[in-house]
């Protein structure tokens, strides 16, 4: 079974300040999905990382793939109170039939 | 086409009754995916389908959990004699390609009582 950890389980910052949220597995994915979901709403898909090592930026958002594809990080500059919400890393494996999530990351960017 | 509709958004039912799910995946998706998410944890794999065949089934979908496709369109969950553990948050996803785009739904969110 493919496990994903993520942490912080929690994270609340005021306005402007930086956040990381990290992504970990002992398996090897052959790529990897960030979403983030509002309470009430379904995931919605904000980045897939699939090259080892890859760097994606949108916006103030960076994203990293480890090299091994084992991990990942979401990096968020100069938060937002609309960047709050539940942020889920998901791998896809080998087969790539399916995502496997992480246990999601609460962010709470106060104003 | 407007995503991944599901229906209903919200059910509450009495321990012990049936219910049933319906997911309308984006029309061109042969891919279509079950998960379940309980309160304040990320989403749990509960069954795949590629067109009408469902492929892979999770350990978490007891025998009271049934789901099918019979067209490769819209898909049906349906969870016989509830128990109160049924209770979440019930997401479905369909994808067209293999480990790219998926969409979810806003899910039907289950309370049992």
């Known amino acids: 079974t493919q496990l994903l950890e993520q942490s912080p389980q929690f994270l609340s910052i005021q306005e402007g300040e930086n956040l990381t949220v990290y992504c970990n597995s002992s398996?090897?994915?052959?790529?990897l999905q960030w979403y983030r979901q509002e309470p009430g709403e379904g995931p919605v898909l904000l980045v897939t990382v699939v090259t080892g090592g890859e760097v994606k930026k949108l916006k103030r958002l960076t994203f990293q793939f480890g090299d091994a594809r084992k991990d990942s990080s979401l990096h968020i500059t100069a938060a937002q109170p609309g960047d709050t919400g539940l942020y889920l890393c998901?791998?896809?494996?080998?087969?790539?039939?399916?995502?496997?999530f992480g246990g999601g990351t609460r962010v709470l960017v106060k104003p | 086409d407007t995503g991944v509709s599901q229906d209903p958004r919200h059910k509450i039912t009495k321990r012990g009754q049936n219910v049933t799910f319906r997911c309308d995946p984006i029309?061109?998706?042969?891919?279509l995916y079950w998960y379940r998410q309980t309160l304040g944890q990320g989403p749990e794999f509960l069954t795949y389908f590629q067109n009408e065949a469902q492929l892979e089934k999770s350990r978490l979908l007891s025998d009271r959990f049934s789901a099918e496709r019979p067209k490769g369109s819209f898909s049906t969950l349906e969870i016989q004699r509830t128990e109160q553990g049924d209770s979440a948050m019930y997401l479905c996803a369909s994808s067209g390609r293999q480990g790219y785009g998926y969409t979810f739904g806003s899910g039907t969110r289950l309370t049992v009582v």
């Open positions: 398996s090897v994915f052959s790529s």
């Open positions: 029309s061109e998706h042969n891919r």
């Open positions: 998901a791998g896809i494996g080998a087969a790539g039939n399916k995502l496997t």
